[in-house]
């Protein structure tokens, strides 16, 4: 059974403190790695895909990693604006497209 | 292009009563997807379709219908609702790879 596990849970970061978020992941063979952030009340957006281990996305302040057993999403000098919750999900080969879900970390970035 | 939208955006139901959550995509999106979201227990997958015509079981399906007579439209039903189907429903639509949601469905069972 594929899982993911995020940590921390909850993260408190003062603005310009940069961080990383840990995606740890077992899958039977991994078609890709997704990054999604979530705010209030709203669905998922999309970030980043990741498919192989060594590769390394980036936008604006973020920048999302992949090894073979877990990805990290990077957070460079945050601003409040990037407060919300990241959820990481991971896509086995054969699954018809189905993703699993971590259960987010929930990041707050203070002025 | 509005990629994903969802109706109702909110509904308050009774035990017992019955609705559909109707999810349109128009971005052409062969998957289409209904989670739930609860906290605490993340985004689980309830019924999924791989093209029009087509449904199968996710990880919580009971209590849940869906069907997709349309290739842009993917609804949920649920028959007798109960109070431990409260909770905030997403779409999501997908050609092969990442998933797009959409803004959720805030429903109340009292």
Redesign the interface.
């Known amino acids: 059974e594929d899982q993911v596990t995020q940590s921390p849970e909850a993260l408190r970061l003062q603005e310009g403190e940069s961080s990383s978020l840990n995606c740890s992941y077992t899958v039977s063979g991994l ?2 790695l ?1 990054w ?1 952030r979530q705010d209030p ?6 970030l980043f ?1 990741l498919y192989s281990a060594g590769e390394e996305k980036e936008k604006e302040r973020l920048k999302a990693t992949l090894t073979k057993k877990e990805s990290f999403l990077h957070i460079t000098a945050p601003k409040p604006e990037d407060s919300a919750t990241y ?1 990481c ?1 991971v ?1 086995a080969i054969g699954a ?4 699993t ?4 970390i929930t990041l707050s970035v203070r002025p | 292009n509005a990629g ?1 939208t969802q109706t109702p955006k909110f509904r308050v139901l009774k035990t017992g009563q019955s609705m559909t959550l109707l999810c349109a995509q128009d971005m052409n999106h062969e ?1 289409m ?1 209904w989670y739930r979201q609860d906290p ?4 689980r ?1 309830i019924h ?1 379709s ?1 093209g029009e015509g087509t449904t ?1 079981k ?1 990880e919580v399906p009971d209590g849940y219908n869906v069907s997709r007579l349309k290739k842009q439209n993917f609804l949920l039903g649920l028959e007798s609702a109960a109070p431990s189907q409260t909770s905030v429903y ?1 779409c ?1 639509s ?1 050609y ?9 469905t805030r429903l109340t069972v009292t």
């Open positions: 078609r890709g997704f999604y009340g709203k669905g998922p957006e999309f895909t959820l999900a896509q018809n497209s189905k993703l879900f971590g259960k987010g | 994903v998957y997807y605490g227990m993340g985004l997958l999924y791989v199968a996710g997403f999501a997908s092969s790879g990442e998933q797009y949601f959409g803004p959720g």
